[in-house]
């Protein structure tokens, strides 16, 4: 087997690899700053995104109460400097010759498997069975590029080339009229960098205050805008359409600081302080979270962003200390939750694009690696313990850890076993055929059922006046899709008739029907239901 070393995945690539990092870091820049068409709060100092989007709003309606916590370890964590394969010692000391945790430094696990005591603050949820591992995840031909990454795991799609999230694909099917609709609070709330797992094929829309008081303001003194009385015209209607948006984000800002203030801390949380020569106040966004949890906002989905595990260099002056605060601030998450009898209803998972070289380099890091474990947390867990094969490190020729879990697959487990999406639509949700869910990783209470419309539109065609809109019928039933203005004004009816099970497409021609650039929603009702997307036509 050939491997090949790609170009931007170690500091040795120069020029490449600080591109790598432009375009990565730029990113998110832009849309943490709003100008991506998204924005951010500040609670208490910590950067929140407070997401509107339709997809993130269906769980809010959802008659689960069960919680869903990610935490991005943004950079590509070290995993084997994470869980550490003891059994095979020997190879990883020779292998890592100064970045290894020492052996008398390491808390052992059991399974020939161990972390470093920095993280011992874990090792309660993992004695009382509330801390599961799963090794090797991944996907097949990681290319080792920041945001190629990042946007394989958001969107779910193996080419990078999906603009939307599969969670946010999900969330819209579950709230399918959120645009005319929105819901009255916000159901879903990323702490830190901004990132595609909430992305629709309709949006997002946040917005930027400085602090706790200055969303007080806002909740308070913000204006509830009349949509009554609107000039009766194109303008009338987008103003309408505007004002309407407006009142939804004063709710929810309104929403969160009422949250956030009926919500306390309890005594026995030891949040860590604030880590100063990174500037990182993870333990700050946990204990946000758990307040915001505690004061019932009804928020189902939570992303939190830990920055700096990029490690090429110095490792062991930065990692240690990351995987200290990690470790000491889900500590006190749980026990925060647990004080208030909430800590079985919340599963906190992480993420990362992707993992380390098994094989220090020359710097005393690790470059940009391929599988990596992921950490689940809490009472959700079914037992704790680890699941898949252990790390096989002994091939001095393997560069990577290979992988043995697509993370589809840890994705499909975790909408059907913890969000409670049926099993008939998963497929649909992430983009691909012939998942297969992990048995025993999640111990959670579903009972859902799926008989709504899958909706979406494709306008990836030579001619750019087509645009495909394509729906999926659970049962035979009348049809009615129409174009409608911004503002939610009916503009012509495309489809009104009985179509049958399964999966329909229409093609609508801009020219032909004489319409002009610009932005509209599609609406299809069926069933008595309406379900609204945003599309543009060029």
Same mark, same amino acid.
């Given at each position: 087997?050939?491997?090949?070393?790609?170009?931007?995945?170690?500091?040795?690539?120069?020029?490449?690899?600080?591109?790598?990092?432009?375009?990565?870091?730029?990113?998110?820049?832009?849309?943490?700053?709003?100008? %991506?068409?998204?924005?951010?709060?500040?609670?208490?100092?910590?950067?929140?995104?407070?997401?509107?989007?339709?997809?993130?709003?269906?769980?809010?309606?959802?008659?689960?109460?069960?919680?869903?916590?990610?935490?991005?370890?943004?950079?590509?964590?070290?995993?084997?400097?994470?869980?550490?394969?003891?059994?095979?010692?020997?190879?990883?000391?020779?292998?890592?010759?100064?970045?290894?945790?020492?052996?008398?430094?390491?808390?052992?696990?059991?399974?020939?498997?161990?972390?470093?005591?920095?993280?011992?603050?874990? $090792?309660?949820?993992?004695?009382?069975?509330?801390?599961?591992?799963?090794?090797?995840?991944?996907?097949?031909?990681?290319?080792?590029?920041?945001?190629?990454?990042?946007?394989?795991? %958001?969107?779910?799609?193996?080419?990078?080339?999906? +603009?939307?999230?599969?969670?946010?694909?999900?969330?819209?099917?579950?709230?399918?009229?959120?645009?005319?609709?929105?819901? =009255?609070?916000?159901?879903?709330?990323?702490?830190?960098?901004?990132?595609?797992?909430?992305?629709?094929?309709?949006?997002?829309?946040?917005?930027?205050?400085?602090?706790?008081?200055?969303?007080?303001?806002?909740?308070?003194?913000?204006?509830?805008?009349? $949509?009554?009385?609107?000039?009766?015209?194109?303008?009338?209607?987008?103003?309408?359409?505007?004002?309407?948006?407006?009142?939804?984000?004063?709710?929810?800002?309104?929403?969160?600081?009422?949250?956030?203030?009926?919500?306390?801390?309890?005594?026995? /949380?030891?949040?860590?302080?604030?880590?100063?020569?990174?500037?990182?106040?993870?333990?700050?966004?946990?204990?946000?979270?758990?307040?915001?949890?505690?004061?019932?906002?009804?928020?189902?989905?939570?992303?939190?962003?830990?920055?700096?595990? =990029?490690?090429?260099?110095?490792?062991?002056?930065?990692?240690?200390?990351?995987?200290?605060?990690?470790?000491?601030?889900?500590?006190?998450?749980?026990?925060?939750?647990?004080?208030?009898?909430?800590?079985?209803?919340?599963?906190?998972?992480?993420?990362?694009?992707?993992?380390?070289?098994?094989?220090?380099?020359?710097?005393?890091?690790?470059?940009?690696?391929? /599988?990596?474990?992921?950490?689940?947390?809490?009472?959700?867990?079914?037992?704790? +313990?680890?699941?898949?094969?252990?790390?096989?490190?002994?091939?001095?020729?393997?560069?990577?850890?290979?992988?043995?879990?697509?993370?589809?697959?840890?994705?499909?487990?975790?909408?059907?076993?913890?969000?409670?999406?049926?099993?008939?639509?998963?497929?649909?949700?992430? $983009?691909?055929?012939?998942?297969?869910?992990?048995?025993?990783?999640?111990?959670?209470?579903?009972? /859902?059922?799926?008989?709504?419309?899958?909706?979406?539109?494709?306008?990836?065609?030579?001619?750019?006046?087509?645009?495909?809109?394509?729906?999926?019928?659970?049962?035979?039933?009348?049809?009615?899709?129409?174009?409608?203005?911004?503002?939610?004004?009916?503009?012509?009816?495309?489809?009104?008739?009985?179509?049958?099970?399964?999966?329909?497409?229409?093609?609508?021609?801009?020219? %032909?029907?004489?319409?002009?650039?610009?932005?509209?929603?599609?609406? $299809?009702?069926?069933?008595?239901?309406?379900?609204?997307?945003?599309?543009?036509?060029?």
């Amino acid at each position: 087997m050939i491997f090949q070393h790609k170009k931007g995945k170690s500091l040795n690539n120069g020029e490449a690899h600080q591109q790598a990092h432009k375009a990565w870091s730029r990113r998110n820049f832009l849309s943490t700053m709003g100008l %991506a068409g998204t924005g951010s709060l500040l609670l208490a100092g910590s950067s929140v995104k407070a997401f509107t989007s339709p997809l993130s709003s269906a769980l809010n309606n959802s008659s689960s109460d069960q919680i869903l916590v990610l935490i991005r370890l943004g950079g590509g964590n070290d995993s084997l400097n994470t869980i550490i394969p003891t059994y095979q010692y020997n190879h990883y000391n020779a292998r890592r010759p100064n970045i290894a945790i020492p052996e008398s430094d390491i808390v052992d696990l059991g399974e020939g498997m161990g972390m470093p005591n920095t993280m011992e603050s874990l $090792l309660p949820l993992w004695q009382n069975g509330n801390m599961k591992v799963i090794h090797n995840v991944g996907y097949a031909n990681q290319n080792h590029s920041h945001f190629h990454s990042q946007k394989i795991w %958001a969107s779910s799609d193996l080419s990078g080339a999906e +603009g939307s999230g599969w969670m946010g694909r999900y969330l819209e099917n579950e709230f399918p009229d959120y645009l005319l609709n929105p819901p =009255d609070s916000p159901p879903a709330i990323q702490v830190g960098a901004a990132n595609h797992i909430f992305n629709s094929s309709s949006g997002d829309a946040s917005f930027v205050v400085n602090d706790i008081s200055q969303l007080e303001q806002i909740g308070n003194s913000g204006e509830a805008f009349d $949509l009554s009385n609107l000039p009766p015209c194109l303008y009338g209607e987008e103003l309408g359409f505007v004002r309407s948006m407006t009142n939804a984000t004063m709710s929810y800002s309104e929403a969160i600081y009422s949250a956030y203030n009926e919500g306390t801390t309890a005594p026995s /949380a030891n949040y860590p302080e604030e880590v100063p020569w990174f500037n990182q106040f993870m333990g700050e966004k946990m204990k946000l979270v758990a307040r915001l949890i505690k004061g019932n906002i009804g928020t189902k989905v939570f992303m939190i962003d830990m920055p700096f595990f =990029d490690t090429h260099e110095t490792q062991s002056g930065i990692h240690p200390y990351l995987m200290e605060d990690l470790a000491k601030s889900i500590s006190a998450f749980y026990d925060d939750l647990a004080a208030s009898n909430m800590d079985q209803k919340v599963l906190t998972m992480t993420l990362s694009e992707f993992g380390r070289e098994i094989d220090e380099n020359g710097s005393n890091g690790t470059d940009h690696g391929a /599988a990596a474990s992921m950490l689940l947390f809490g009472g959700a867990v079914n037992g704790g +313990g680890f699941v898949g094969t252990q790390p096989d490190i002994s091939d001095p020729n393997l560069p990577d850890l290979p992988y043995e879990f697509d993370f589809r697959n840890i994705y499909a487990t975790i909408l059907q076993d913890w969000l409670c999406v049926d099993s008939n639509i998963i497929d649909n949700m992430l $983009l691909s055929q012939g998942l297969n869910p992990i048995s025993s990783i999640i111990n959670g209470s579903c009972a /859902a059922s799926f008989s709504g419309v899958l909706l979406a539109h494709n306008t990836q065609k030579e001619n750019q006046h087509l645009i495909d809109i394509k729906y999926v019928m659970p049962n035979t039933a009348n049809v009615k899709i129409e174009l409608l203005s911004a503002s939610g004004q009916a503009i012509m009816t495309m489809v009104d008739t009985q179509k049958s099970a399964g999966t329909h497409v229409f093609t609508l021609d801009k020219q %032909a029907q004489n319409i002009s650039s610009g932005d509209y929603l599609y609406r $299809l009702q069926t069933n008595g239901q309406s379900y609204i997307r945003k599309v543009q036509l060029f």
